[in-house]
């Protein structure tokens, strides 16, 4: 398995192509299949983002195995129109597509560690950390 | 892709086997609907076993398309969620509390027996 693996999001059947990347990579780290779920919806959320508001954008997908740590790190970044206010992007419920509004405050919920950087008219980086329990 | 709607007696059953994206997610609202118009079925099961994952926008399909077929007269049962896919949808924050569910296809076509009382 490459340590690090990325898919390019530009169509909507890429949303699919990443979450099943995801799904296989925490499978072969050895997540159980509830955790294999979060992840996978995780991408799925943060795939459909670049998608709905960027268009195209790539997700990364990095091992983390040190002697303290194991777990996948995920990174979507995109050079789309970025986000305004991103205290507001992750309340639940808030949304500008007429989704649920679960996208971001979901993916935090979802994995570990969460952290958001957007600027506006640059893009938006999101990287998301998973652990092996 | 297209997923399968069987009818039987007045019922449709919709097992969901394969990866669904968005499109088919669609596709399928619209599939499901005009079935129900068309056969004049009361009841549908929708079987969720083998689905392994469920995200925001395809949550929202379903729980939408329990809404509109219950605006055309008919009662939607979903069947089957997975322990994984329950637990993450309310990580998720999604709780589809207005959805009727049963652990399977035989308890929810129970169910919709005794909901439409037949």
């Known amino acids: 398995m490459e340590p690090q693996s990325c898919v390019n999001i530009h169509k909507e059947w890429d949303i699919v192509g990443a979450r099943q990347l995801g799904r296989e990579m925490a499978k072969k780290l050895g997540f159980g299949t509830v955790d294999q779920a979060r992840i996978a919806t995780a991408v799925s959320e943060l795939a459909r983002n670049i998608y709905l ?9 990095e091992i983390i195995d040190n002697i303290e740590h194991r777990g996948l790190c995920m990174t979507a970044v995109d050079s789309g129109p970025g986000i ?8 639940d419920g808030y949304t500008t597509s007429g989704g649920l ?4 405050p979901g993916v935090k919920r979802l994995m570990d560690e969460f952290d958001i950087n957007s600027e506006i008219g640059e893009g938006t980086r999101i990287k998301a950390i998973k652990w092996v329990r | 892709m297209r997923i399968p709607i069987l009818k039987l007696h007045n019922y449709l059953l919709i097992s969901i086997q394969t990866e669904i994206d968005d499109q088919t997610a669609i596709q399928f609202q619209e599939d499901l609907l005009d079935k129900i118009h068309k056969s004049g079925a009361s009841g549908v099961v929708i079987d969720l076993t083998s689905v392994d994952i469920i995200d925001s926008f395809i949550a929202k399909v379903l729980g939408d398309v329990v809404s509109m077929s219950d605006l055309m007269g008919a ?7 997975q322990p994984a896919v329950a637990m993450t949808l309310i990580d998720l924050g999604i709780h589809l509390q207005n959805v009727p569910t049963a652990l ?10 005794q909901e439409l009382g037949v």
């Open chain 2, 104 to 113: 399977d296809l035989e308890q929810g076509l129970l169910k919709l027996q």
């Open chain 1, 53 to 61: 508001y960027a268009e195209k954008g790539q997700i990364c997908f």
């Open chain 1, 101 to 104: 509004g679960a996208g971001l």
């Open chain 2, 75 to 81: 009662k939607v049962v979903l069947t089957g969620i």
């Open chain 1, 84 to 91: 305004s206010d991103i205290s507001q992007a992750m309340q």
